[in-house]
Protein backbone atom coordinates (compact mmCIF):
# COMPACT_ATOMS: atom_id res chain seq x y z
CA UNK A 1 0.00 0.00 0.00
CA UNK A 2 1.49 3.61 -0.96
CA UNK A 3 1.32 6.06 1.41
CA UNK A 4 2.06 9.52 0.20
CA UNK A 5 3.48 12.26 2.76
CA UNK A 6 3.77 16.10 2.19
CA UNK A 7 5.62 18.30 3.81
CA UNK A 8 6.17 22.03 3.14
CA UNK A 9 3.53 24.14 3.29
CA UNK A 10 3.12 27.34 5.44
CA UNK A 11 1.88 31.33 5.69
CA UNK A 12 3.48 33.61 3.27
CA UNK A 13 2.99 37.13 1.80
CA UNK A 14 1.62 37.23 -1.58
CA UNK A 15 4.44 37.45 -4.34
CA UNK A 16 6.91 34.93 -2.75
CA UNK A 17 7.65 31.47 -3.29
CA UNK A 18 7.13 28.10 -1.63
CA UNK A 19 7.91 24.42 -2.35
CA UNK A 20 5.74 21.39 -1.25
CA UNK A 21 7.03 17.29 -1.45
CA UNK A 22 5.60 14.38 -1.26
CA UNK A 23 7.50 11.15 -0.61
CA UNK A 24 5.40 7.52 -0.76
CA UNK A 25 5.72 5.90 1.68
CA UNK A 26 5.59 1.98 2.54
CA UNK A 27 4.97 -0.81 -0.34
CA UNK A 28 5.58 1.12 -3.64
CA UNK A 29 6.48 -0.58 -7.02
CA UNK A 30 6.28 1.30 -10.13
CA UNK A 31 4.19 4.06 -9.26
CA UNK A 32 2.45 5.63 -12.31
CA UNK A 33 1.19 9.21 -12.36
CA UNK A 34 1.91 11.87 -9.10
CA UNK A 35 -0.23 14.91 -8.69
CA UNK A 36 -0.81 17.79 -6.84
CA UNK A 37 -4.51 18.74 -6.17
CA UNK A 38 -5.88 21.90 -3.82
CA UNK A 39 -9.28 22.42 -1.91
CA UNK A 40 -10.03 25.73 -0.66
CA UNK A 41 -12.91 26.67 1.74
CA UNK A 42 -15.80 25.87 0.31
CA UNK A 43 -14.76 24.87 -3.33
CA UNK A 44 -14.40 21.99 -4.39
CA UNK A 45 -11.14 20.20 -4.63
CA UNK A 46 -9.04 20.72 -8.13
CA UNK A 47 -6.06 19.56 -10.08
CA UNK A 48 -3.17 21.70 -9.93
CA UNK A 49 -0.33 20.10 -11.94
CA UNK A 50 -0.03 16.30 -12.74
CA UNK A 51 3.37 14.46 -13.70
CA UNK A 52 3.55 10.86 -15.65
CA UNK A 53 6.59 8.83 -15.14
CA UNK A 54 8.41 9.91 -18.05
CA UNK A 55 7.58 13.83 -17.21
CA UNK A 56 4.51 14.22 -19.23
CA UNK A 57 3.28 17.79 -17.37
CA UNK A 58 -0.27 19.03 -16.80
CA UNK A 59 -0.89 22.12 -15.15
CA UNK A 60 -4.12 24.11 -14.40
CA UNK A 61 -4.85 27.07 -15.87
CA UNK A 62 -4.80 29.40 -12.82
CA UNK A 63 -1.12 28.09 -12.10
CA UNK A 64 0.12 28.10 -15.27
CA UNK A 65 3.75 30.02 -15.67
CA UNK A 66 3.66 29.99 -11.66
CA UNK A 67 3.73 26.39 -9.96
CA UNK A 68 6.41 23.77 -11.41
CA UNK A 69 5.89 20.38 -10.83
CA UNK A 70 9.05 17.94 -10.82
CA UNK A 71 9.32 14.50 -9.44
CA UNK A 72 12.33 11.51 -8.32
CA UNK A 73 11.53 7.90 -9.53
CA UNK A 74 14.06 6.90 -7.46
CA UNK A 75 12.74 8.34 -4.22
CA UNK A 76 9.04 8.09 -5.62
CA UNK A 77 8.90 11.60 -4.65
CA UNK A 78 6.97 14.28 -6.49
CA UNK A 79 7.44 18.56 -6.08
CA UNK A 80 5.98 21.83 -6.14
CA UNK A 81 7.24 24.78 -6.52
CA UNK A 82 4.94 27.88 -6.37
CA UNK A 83 5.99 30.97 -7.17
CA UNK A 84 4.55 34.47 -7.12
CA UNK A 85 1.64 33.03 -4.96
CA UNK A 86 -1.23 34.94 -4.88
CA UNK A 87 -4.27 35.17 -2.09
CA UNK A 88 -6.43 33.25 -4.31
CA UNK A 89 -3.64 30.20 -4.27
CA UNK A 90 -4.55 29.72 -0.36
CA UNK A 91 -5.93 26.39 0.01
CA UNK A 92 -5.04 22.58 1.82
CA UNK A 93 -2.58 21.01 -1.08
CA UNK A 94 -2.75 17.47 -1.85
CA UNK A 95 -0.33 14.49 -2.99
CA UNK A 96 -1.99 12.11 -5.04
CA UNK A 97 -0.37 9.14 -6.63
CA UNK A 98 -1.56 6.78 -9.27
CA UNK A 99 -0.74 2.93 -10.10
CA UNK A 100 -1.61 4.64 -13.85
CA UNK A 101 -0.23 7.26 -16.19
CA UNK A 102 -3.15 9.00 -16.62
CA UNK A 103 -2.93 12.56 -15.73
CA UNK A 104 -6.10 13.39 -14.76
CA UNK A 105 -6.53 10.49 -12.81
CA UNK A 106 -8.23 8.88 -10.67
CA UNK A 107 -5.98 8.94 -8.24
CA UNK A 108 -5.81 5.43 -5.78
CA UNK A 109 -3.50 6.96 -2.98
CA UNK A 110 -4.03 10.51 -1.37
CA UNK A 111 -1.35 12.39 1.40
CA UNK A 112 -3.68 14.32 4.62
CA UNK A 113 -3.04 17.37 2.87
CA UNK A 114 -0.95 20.17 3.77
CA UNK A 115 -2.22 24.10 4.35
CA UNK A 116 -0.92 26.96 2.21
CA UNK A 117 -1.92 30.04 3.11
CA UNK A 118 -0.64 33.54 1.09
CA UNK A 119 -1.78 37.04 2.88
CA UNK A 120 -2.33 40.01 0.50
Known amino acids: QVQPVESGGGSVQAGKSLSLACAAA????????MAWYRQAPGKQRELVAAISSRDVIQYSDSVKGRFTISRDNAKNAVYLWMGNLKPEDTAIYFC??????????????WGKGTQVTVSS
Open 96 to 109: AMSDLEVLTGPYNY
Open 26 to 33: GSTGSIGA
